[in-house]
């Protein structure tokens, strides 16, 4: 069973996280009520800016937008990469949980460039089918995971990456179920270093919305993919 309150467990979880995956450029803290505001810098720079289809479809942080990221964090999972120096948020790797049962209610997005997002990956989820090929009515879902610019290329990402691999190990729930979305070439290639298991892919070029494609100009980033992951502690 998934514990879905923030407890000691968490605590206990996230410190012997910190002992075994190494940050030797900034610490790593939970994302907490008093640092949302801190936290939210990071999707508004990396999922505005970078994403490959926000930025193909102009996508803005607007309320609604922010909404989704703060549902996240405030699960209390979710934790950031902070330089002791300067205070500077260097990285983030959010994590929710997720439920069989939960369903996207995309028709009342009223943000239009959301509604094109969450369509597409809900489309996506259906194909990877995550519940059903693993037979599990619950899981941890990764839910964005960014570095900001003047941080990148150290090798954070993966580490953020596998820290969220590791916290969840460390909780007492075992086996551990991941799914997880990614829409770039890096992103794609780290959760594929990791071992995560492709289970749908859908190219931009050919996610057509009343005979037009949708996410153009994406770059050398051709696809979303879907991810899944069965890990346990042993």
Known sequence: MIPHQFTQLHCSAFAKTKKEVCFPEGELVFITEDRLDDALSMPRQCFIDDEPMGKSIGVQFTEEFKLYWLTT??????FMLVNPTNGDIMGF???CT?????KEEVNQIKDA?????FSILGLLV?????????DIEECFHFFGLGVAKQYRKR???KRLMEAGIVFLRNLDVDPVYIKSEGTSNFSQKTFEQL???TLAEIKYEEYEVDGEVVFKNT??????KAYGMKTSKA
């Open 73 to 78: 964090f405030r699960q209390g999972l979710s």
């Open 93 to 95: 790797r959010g994590i």
């Open 98 to 102: 997720a439920l069989k049962e939960d």
């Open 113 to 117: 460039s959301l509604r094109k997002i």
């Open 126 to 134: 259906k194909e990877a089918d995550f519940f059903g090929r693993y």
């Open 155 to 157: 090798g954070i990402a």
């Open 195 to 197: 071992g995560f298991e």
């Open 219 to 224: 770059g050398e980033h051709k696809s979303v």
